[in-house]
């Protein structure tokens, strides 16, 4: 299985390239106000103050946006929930997929890793789906033609170490902490790779595998939250790493969901493209906690702070990393 290399003439119109730093501003903003409540054991607050955060100022953005992957569904998140509208609603039309925080348990106890992050891509071109997980599979640009999701996990060590010109012992994969991940972890061991475990915050993690040649993370694998799935989706696209993944439908609930949908089911084999098929991708996110990926809010003196973020554009093909410094009278100032 492989995935598709897009070509030149598939890129279409590009979106006004600015919006990519009108998204920093976003998740630079969010980190902010989760980072206030680092380590303080509240997670719903820190998630809180992302939320609001992260609204108030995606209402700024000149975009005619629509939230696909969000908070959840309107009755149970009154704030950027699925299907709300956001941006100042002026061209261009776009899908937004935001995760305030991904790692609330590592921020409510001031763990590395937490971050915020927002993607956009045209409309109607983000995977969409109530089912709660997915299985998830990503590798770097030089492995992304490699990959079968479908094949055995040493199998595709096998294919991956190849494609990097490397021995399967050499090779990193951060796998999630997770019970369900008991026979996973056997697999990957008995190949010989070395493992990474985590123990939340598979965005910034699949980001990693797909940016292998700079973090020493060769592999995601396993089954964590479909939303962030589509996140980590968009991000891989702006890197020009590989994924691929499946619906995780342990149980009838979940089977019904997937059917309701419409969807292919357990079997179905859902290519980078399934997941984010849009040529305008962009992706922001800013660091919470201090992470492998990007450092955390520090609050410094004189009522200022330092954020750390990235963003990138798929249609450039850029990736910037921001460090900016804030004044925090100024910035509580223009959002009172
Ligand atoms: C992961 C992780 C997230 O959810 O996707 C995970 O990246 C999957 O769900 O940070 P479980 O925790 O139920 O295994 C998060 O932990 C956030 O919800």
Redesign the pocket.
């Known amino acids: 299985m492989t995935t598709a290399a897009r070509r030149p003439t598939d890129i279409g119109t590009p979106i006004d390239r600015n919006l990519a730093l009108e998204l920093v501003r976003v998740t630079e903003g969010a980190a902010i106000a989760a980072a206030r409540l680092m380590g303080r054991d509240r997670k719903e607050d820190a998630d809180q103050a992302a939320v609001s955060s992260m609204r108030r100022s995606l209402g700024y953005v000149d975009m005619d946006g629509v939230v696909v992957i969000g908070e959840g569904e309107k009755d149970r998140a009154p704030m950027l929930y699925i299907g709300e509208r956001v941006g100042n609603g002026s061209p261009p039309e776009v899908d937004v997929a935001v ?1 305030p ?6 921020v409510a106890r001031g763990i590395p890793g937490g971050i915020t992050t927002v993607s956009l891509a045209e409309r109607g071109s983000l995977y969409h789906t109530r089912v ?2 997915m299985e998830k599979l990503i590798v770097s640009q030089e492995a992304r033609d490699v990959i079968d999701i479908t094949a055995p996990v040493a199998a595709n060590l096998r294919w991956v170490a190849r494609a990097l010109g490397r021995q399967v012992d050499d090779l990193t994969v951060v796998v ?1 902490d ?1 019970p ?1 991940h008991q026979g996973l972890l056997e697999e990957i061991r008995a190949a010989g790779a070395r493992v990474k475990l ?8 699949g980001l990693m595998a797909a940016m292998e040649h700079r973090t020493g993370i060769d592999v995601l694998m396993g ?7 589509v996140l980590a989706a968009c991000a891989v696209t702006c890197v020009g790493g590989g994924m691929q993944a499946r619906l995780w439908l342990p149980d009838a609930e979940s089977q019904e969901q997937a059917e309701r949908e419409g969807k292919g089911g357990a079997a179905e084999v859902l290519t980078l493209q399934d997941l984010c098929s849009g040529a305008n991708v962009f992706f922001a996110a800013t660091g919470i906690t201090d992470g492998e990926l990007l450092e955390g809010v520090r609050f410094l003196e004189g009522n200022r702070c330092r954020t750390q973020s990235l963003v990138m554009r798929s249609y450039s093909g850029t990736i910037r990393y921001i460090d900016a410094e804030h004044s925090l009278d100024k910035l509580r100032l223009r959002q009172g």
């Open positions: 995760d925080i991904d790692g609330t348990r590592l709660h997980y999630l997770r369900r985590i123990m939340d915050g598979d965005v910034a993690a089954i964590g939250g479909a939303p962030e799935a």
